[in-house]
């Protein structure tokens, strides 16, 4: 996980943060001291409008951020907030780890967004903004076990629907590459301007949104040629859940 404190000591605060996506893409372009927002577009291997339309939406997609900081080491919350150091040194970790004598060495790690999204399982939620709220880390080799980690973004769950499966603020790692209904299995859905997380299944013409809280919560079907608000958007591989 990436984590920052902000003040120091004796109560100095520090500058508000330059948020927004203009900023963001500002600061990229400072670190990388490329210049333009062509060049940018170069390095992410975007068009150019792909650029301008990150600002005019005020969304700069995770995947940026994330192929910048295996590139060029940058810190991906410096990056949104222009707060904590500028590099987190990823190349410098590796190198400690690759000379260091084998008992010593550490797992390697790849880096998952946790997204703002979160996954209603009954609660209404309706937040649905793909800001990346910190990092958490995955063993490498684990990681991509599952799938590639590009595809990879965690979530938090709202409501009781998937109880016992899937409780309230449990974090449920969701691969975005596994659209492909596969019948049981536990997927991301969006509907309309909410995301929920159901398990899926089909009868002729239908999709059907099962809740493992059954006592409480009645499968919802919808008909298959009426999916326009409907978009599946990931199977969920993994989960984790704090003690309280």
Do not use: C
Not at 7 to 21: I, L, M, Q
Not at 34 to 42: C, D, E, K, V, W
Not at 72 to 81: D, G, K, M, R, V
């Amino acid at each position: 996980m990436a984590h920052t404190t902000q003040g120091g000591a004796g109560g100095t605060r520090s500058k508000p943060a330059e948020v927004g996506a203009a900023h963001v893409i500002a600061r990229i372009i400072e670190a990388l001291g490329i210049g333009t927002q062509s060049a940018l577009a170069r390095e992410l291997g975007v068009s150019r409008g792909a650029i301008s339309d990150a600002k005019s939406k005020n969304k700069v997609p995770a995947e940026w951020l994330l192929k910048l900081f295996r590139t060029h080491s940058l810190n991906p919350f410096w990056l949104e907030t222009g707060h904590g150091a500028k590099f987190l040194r990823e190349d410098t970790v590796r190198r400690t780890v690759r000379d260091a004598p084998a008992p010593e060495r550490e797992p390697q790690y790849d880096y998952v967004p946790l997204v703002a999204a979160r996954l209603s399982g009954g609660g209404g939620s309706a937040q649905t903004s793909d800001r990346v709220v910190e990092y958490y880390a995955f063993q490498r080799s684990w990681l991509r076990s599952k799938g590639s980690v590009d595809d990879m973004r965690l979530m938090r769950v709202t409501g009781e629907s998937m109880s016992p499966t899937l409780d309230d603020e449990d974090i449920v790692l969701v691969d975005l590459s596994q659209n492909d209904i596969r019948v049981g299995k536990i997927y991301a859905v969006r509907m309309d301007d909410e995301i929920v997380v159901k398990r899926l299944e089909r009868k002729p013409g239908k999709l059907v949104l099962v809740s493992d809280n059954r006592r409480f919560y009645e499968p919802q079907e919808i008909p298959l040629g009426d999916q326009s608000n409907v978009e599946v958007l990931g199977r969920v591989v993994w989960m984790s859940r704090e003690i309280r």
